[in-house]
């Protein structure tokens, strides 16, 4: 699969390598606009320019950065640097919560009820869970538990946005299990390390 090049202009796009995995990530003057995870064969290796050894980013050819079309050439990249150092101490236990601002429009995200509910997913602590349900409700809209189990399948930034704290009322994980189930195990060692009085951080595994 080709990494698409960015949507909005003053964009830039990385591919973002963690201790999870591949992240394909894009950010523009205003924040982050989409964090995506990627096989390393869903890249064609002509759109990996270089990788830097003193940091976890590949360069993806074809994306619309050129300093001239960026009305504020340093802060898109300013905003990746952020979340690149945020989820490397995520994942090594050191962080619970995510503050890099998101560029909402660039994401896809218009409508408020859509916003209202990742807002309220934003606000679930670290090692919880909600159903989608009770998100629903907190968003102002109750009965509409089906609308934010779809729009859990369509976080444009998990991780900022932790989707994989939000459960179905049977206590199920819904879209990608596993992989959600690993990042609320992932918290919940930590805690449980941290209530024992355990050497930590943890990291992800």
């Not at 980013?57 to 945020?86: I, M």
Request: hydrophobic share 40%; net charge negative; proline share 8%.
């Amino acid at each position: 699969m080709s990494a698409p090049a960015p949507r909005t202009p003053g964009g830039v796009t990385r591919v973002l390598a963690t201790a999870a995995g591949l992240m394909l990530v894009e950010a523009t003057p205003d924040g982050i606009a989409r964090l995506v995870q990627v096989d390393a064969d869903q890249l064609d290796a002509d759109q990996l320019d270089h990788r830097d050894a003193a940091a976890t980013w590949f360069n993806v050819k074809h994306h619309d950065d050129d300093e001239g079309r960026d009305p504020e050439p340093g802060a898109a990249a300013e905003h990746l640097a952020r979340l690149a150092e945020q989820v490397e101490d995520y994942l090594a236990g050191r962080l619970r919560g995510f503050d890099v601002p998101l560029d909402w429009a660039a994401a896809g995200v218009h409508d408020e009820f859509s916003r209202e509910v990742y807002r309220e997913i934003q606000h679930i602590p670290y090692g919880e869970t909600s159903s989608y349900g009770q998100v629903s409700i907190d968003a102002g809209r109750p009965r509409n538990a089906r609308r934010v189990g779809r729009l859990c399948t369509l976080v444009p930034v998990p991780f900022v946005i932790p989707v994989h704290r939000v459960i179905r009322a049977d206590g199920g994980m819904g879209n990608c299990p596993e992989y959600r189930l690993r990042l609320l195990e992932h918290e919940r060692r930590n805690i449980a390390a941290e209530r024992a009085g355990k050497p930590g951080p943890l990291p992800f595994r």
